[in-house]
């Protein structure tokens, strides 16, 4: 969502052994969380060697780089963190030089720090843990420079051991869901009455169909289905295999898909 500067922002953020990921989130009118900014990159080399709490340090040092022009001023912001113990590291008579310079900067702010358990903080983990990011899964990356320079606009590209190939553009995911319709017979049927509700276009679907044909509607280009007046719609794909396999893709494999990825869910 476009960023509300009359609703308070919150952060999220994480870090794993090789990366850092962070997102400012609001809540909409309605109370819902939303997304305003996702943020993620893979550490250098000396950041590999930090200790935990250094790390988790650095995604949040890295997210209020990032969010700065949102997150400085009078306003308390929250930091959601799923590092319990990083609260106590940062009040600690105890600081290295790196801690103790972080901590100036974050003097700047005003925010609060609060612990959300890594399986509730699914978005900042995700990010913090891009299989495109895991040197476990590259054949070879570039160097990434060995600086404390946090404010590049995007995250190091990495160079992994395939070889380039020229291909088509995308296509966005909901017009390739309303494309694949035209290729399903069934579902064509039901869209063309929809579109005309006719007594011949209704004549043309199956006995079962036309006693089911409330349940479907259509949202612009998309067919959707809901059992009843109070079940939520949801978008009907049809049996196109590569849709299939991008939506599994992108709700799935995806930085933002929420899932926790192979070593935390096995």
Same mark, same amino acid.
């Given at each position: ?5 009359? @609703? ?17 989130? =609001? ?11 996702? =943020?993620? @990159? *893979?550490?250098?080399?000396? +950041? ?7 790390? +988790? ?17 009078? *306003? ?20 290295? =030089? ?9 003097? +700047? ?13 699914? /978005? ?13 899964? /590259?054949? @070879?990356? =570039? ?27 995308? #296509?966005? %995911?909901? *017009? *390739? ?5 035209? +290729? ?17 276009? #209704?004549?043309? %679907? ?16 998309? %067919? ?14 049809? &049996? ?5 396999? @991008? ?8 930085? &933002?898909?929420?899932? /926790? ?6």
């Amino acid at each position: 969502m476009l960023p509300d500067t009359s @609703r308070p922002f919150h952060v999220v953020c994480d870090a794993s052994d090789f990366a850092i990921g962070c997102a400012l989130m =609001q809540f909409d009118a309605e109370g819902r969380e939303r997304v305003v900014s996702y =943020q993620s @990159r *893979q550490m250098k080399p000396a +950041e590999k060697n930090y200790p935990v709490h250094d790390k +988790e340090l650095l995604a949040m040092r890295y997210a209020l780089i990032k969010f700065r022009v949102y997150l400085l001023g009078e *306003q308390t912001f929250a930091v959601y963190t799923n590092h319990a113990s990083l609260r106590t590291a940062m009040k600690s008579p105890h600081l290295s =030089q790196r801690m103790a310079r972080w901590l100036s900067f974050f003097a +700047e702010y005003n925010f609060v720090v609060h612990y959300k358990p890594g399986k509730n903080n699914i /978005l900042a983990d995700a990010l913090s843990r891009r299989p495109d990011y895991d040197p476990r899964r /590259l054949t @070879r990356h =570039q160097d990434i420079p060995d600086d404390d320079d946090d404010d590049d606009d995007c995250a190091t590209c990495v160079t992994l051991g395939i070889n380039a190939t020229v291909s088509s553009p995308v #296509l966005p %995911l909901r *017009q *390739q869901i309303a494309d694949a319709y035209e +290729e399903d017979a069934f579902y064509a049927a039901i869209i063309r009455y929809l579109r005309n509700p006719a007594a011949d276009t #209704l004549a043309k %679907l199956t006995r079962p169909t036309r006693d089911a044909i409330t349940r479907y509607d259509l949202d612009g280009d998309l %067919l959707t289905y809901a059992i009843d007046t109070f079940d939520t719609p949801r978008v009907v794909i049809p &049996a196109d295999d590569d849709l299939r396999a @991008r939506l599994v893709h992108e709700y799935h494999d995806a930085p &933002a898909g929420g899932h /926790l990825g192979r070593e935390k869910t096995v």
